[in-house]
């Protein structure tokens, strides 16, 4: 009698605990979504009810829906493409730097060259001076 008893109780709770476990599976997407500061928390949890009514079928797809967003780089491509957008921006203008500061630097040392030349040729008028 006491089996009996043991087996019934022993039924339940384990119905109860399936029942129990597939309610907290079906909302880990949501528990994912909700840390990660989701914009479509809502959804996500309403699908995953949806989920829990058609034996999780579209779980899979609701988890990874909700893994694909992180709060700090967004879906992962637009922020990515802009960071190589504005490095590139930067490179560019350090060329144009350089290329600026190399003609500069030409510049420079013609100017250079010029004034040496001139200083070292002799002066027409020290030397009718000293004739």
Known sequence: MFLNYFALFLLFFIAI??????????DIPYEIAVKRNHPHQDA?????????????VIWPFLWIW???????????????????HDMQH????????VVTLESEVQALNQQ???????????NSDSVSEET
């Open 17 to 26: 605990v399936l029942f129990y476990s597939v309610i907290v599976i079906h």
């Open 66 to 84: 909700a893994t694909l967003w992180r709060e700090d780089r967004g879906w992962g491509f637009d922020k990515l493409q802009e960071e190589q």
């Open 90 to 97: 930067i490179l560019n203008m350090l060329n144009n730097k």
């Open 44 to 56: 996500i949890h309403v699908a995953g009810w949806v989920s829990l009514f058609t034996l999780h």
């Open 112 to 122: 250079l060259l010029i004034n040496s030349e001139t200083s070292m040729q002799p």
